[in-house]
């Protein structure tokens, strides 16, 4: 498991922004392979940090992770390992709670590719608030795509953000990023299809602080979103199918689907009516057995129900018409 340049930019700016001079403690989940030395005092002068390596390594083809590390003023650089035969100083399997006297011990936790290569990634996440005093940092990297026969797992970015998130960690930084020999390319977090189908790493900077848990258990953040949403919209739907008999929904996508289901279950008896102005949809098309009628046969006093998400104004205003007739359009959602 190695440092990419583009990951100790990264980290040396990480470094050179939230780290006062004495940078203290630092645990390596890993022993790690970074860049050459004259490629570490090469990254590093490009953020403006110093990095103090004696001149007699400069010329080595391979770099020692202490070296570098202490180079970039951390008085102490503990690695942490499954076994010992790389070099680490503490022998621990991190699918394992660790022993109390790393508990609160390190000022940052460094993690360059090794999650995502233990089997109980959660107990992970706790070792590292295990290992880190308050205000320590935890840095990482990890594959978010298409790393094939690497680890156990290729992490969606959502899974840290929502666990952060919901363990109160300050996030600084979660990017993903593409390697591309020396040179990387950021995309813009959120934007899926911005996404190349190709070695995809998540680079992320969190903070435990003093409101920092570590075992909240996360629900993915846009199903959260939905099931919120879902409350309001519930008891909306509950009002009007109780007030009213002649409640229509309109469309025959999937959120028509879900809106069948939630008065199915809260009035099984109710009369379910779905309505389109779609040609091709009217008369033809059938919603878990209910055919979809033409909204020419609404009349004044009928409610019509527009759930879609994503179209809602649109289709509220192709539908304005309705309302110089008496029908009234209720947005969802």
């Given at each position: 498991?190695?440092?990419?340049?583009?990951?100790?930019?990264q980290?040396c700016?990480?470094?050179?922004?939230?780290?006062t001079?004495?940078k203290g403690?630092?645990l390596?989940?890993s022993k790690?392979?970074f860049?050459?030395y004259?490629d570490?005092v090469?990254?590093?002068?490009?953020v403006?940090?110093p990095?103090?390596?004696?001149e007699?390594?400069?010329?080595d083809k391979?770099?020692?992770?202490?070296v570098i590390l202490?180079?970039?003023?951390?008085s102490q650089?503990d690695?942490m390992d499954y076994?010992?035969y790389?070099?680490?100083?503490?022998?621990?399997?991190?699918?394992?709670p660790i022993p109390?006297?790393?508990?609160?011990?390190?000022?940052?936790?460094?993690?360059a590719?090794t999650?995502e290569h233990v089997?109980?990634?959660?107990?992970?996440?706790?070792?590292?608030f295990d290992?880190l005093?308050?205000?320590?940092i935890?840095?990482f990297?990890t594959?978010y795509w298409?790393h094939?026969?690497h680890?156990y797992?290729?992490c969606?970015p959502e899974l840290f953000?929502d666990?952060?998130?919901a363990n109160k960690?300050k996030i600084?930084?979660l990017?993903?990023?593409q390697c591309?020999?020396?040179e990387?390319?950021?995309?813009?977090?959120?934007n899926?299809?911005?996404f190349?189908?190709m070695?995809?790493?998540?680079?992320g900077?969190?903070?435990k602080?003093?409101?920092?848990?570590?075992?909240v258990?996360p629900?993915?953040?846009?199903?959260?979103?939905?099931?919120?949403?879902l409350d309001?919209v519930?008891?909306d739907?509950?009002?009007l199918?109780?007030?009213?008999?002649?409640v229509?929904?309109f469309g025959a996508?999937?959120?028509?689907?879900l809106?069948v289901?939630?008065?199915?279950?809260?009035?099984p008896?109710?009369?379910?009516?779905?309505?389109?102005?779609?040609?091709?949809?009217?008369g033809i098309s059938?919603?878990?057995?209910?055919?979809?009628q033409s909204?020419?046969?609404?009349?004044?006093g009928d409610?019509?129900?527009i759930g879609?998400?994503?179209?809602?104004?649109s289709?509220a205003?192709?539908?304005?018409?309705?309302?110089?007739?008496?029908?009234s359009i209720?947005?969802l959602f």
């Amino acid at each position: 498991m190695g440092v990419h340049h583009y990951s100790f930019r990264q980290l040396c700016r990480c470094v050179q922004t939230n780290l006062t001079s004495d940078k203290g403690k630092i645990l390596t989940l890993s022993k790690y392979v970074f860049p050459s030395y004259r490629d570490c005092v090469k990254n590093a002068e490009e953020v403006g940090i110093p990095l103090i390596i004696d001149e007699k390594f400069l010329d080595d083809k391979y770099s020692i992770d202490k070296v570098i590390l202490k180079g970039l003023g951390f008085s102490q650089v503990d690695t942490m390992d499954y076994s010992v035969y790389e070099g680490a100083d503490i022998a621990h399997d991190l699918n394992l709670p660790i022993p109390d006297e790393h508990k609160e011990k390190y000022d940052f936790v460094l993690d360059a590719g090794t999650i995502e290569h233990v089997f109980d990634l959660p107990q992970v996440l706790k070792n590292v608030f295990d290992a880190l005093k308050i205000g320590g940092i935890f840095f990482f990297d990890t594959p978010y795509w298409y790393h094939p026969h690497h680890g156990y797992y290729n992490c969606s970015p959502e899974l840290f953000e929502d666990y952060f998130q919901a363990n109160k960690w300050k996030i600084l930084r979660l990017q993903p990023y593409q390697c591309l020999s020396k040179e990387s390319v950021e995309f813009q977090l959120g934007n899926n299809n911005a996404f190349p189908p190709m070695y995809g790493l998540l680079n992320g900077i969190v903070v435990k602080t003093d409101m920092t848990s570590r075992d909240v258990i996360p629900q993915q953040g846009q199903c959260s979103t939905t099931w919120n949403r879902l409350d309001g919209v519930m008891v909306d739907i509950g009002k009007l199918i109780n007030a009213h008999h002649n409640v229509y929904i309109f469309g025959a996508g999937e959120t028509t689907r879900l809106i069948v289901n939630i008065i199915d279950k809260m009035k099984p008896n109710y009369p379910i009516k779905i309505v389109s102005d779609n040609p091709s949809e009217t008369g033809i098309s059938l919603i878990q057995g209910i055919r979809i009628q033409s909204v020419n046969m609404l009349k004044m006093g009928d409610i019509v129900l527009i759930g879609s998400v994503d179209h809602q104004e649109s289709i509220a205003s192709r539908l304005s018409y309705l309302s110089e007739l008496g029908i009234s359009i209720v947005k969802l959602f």
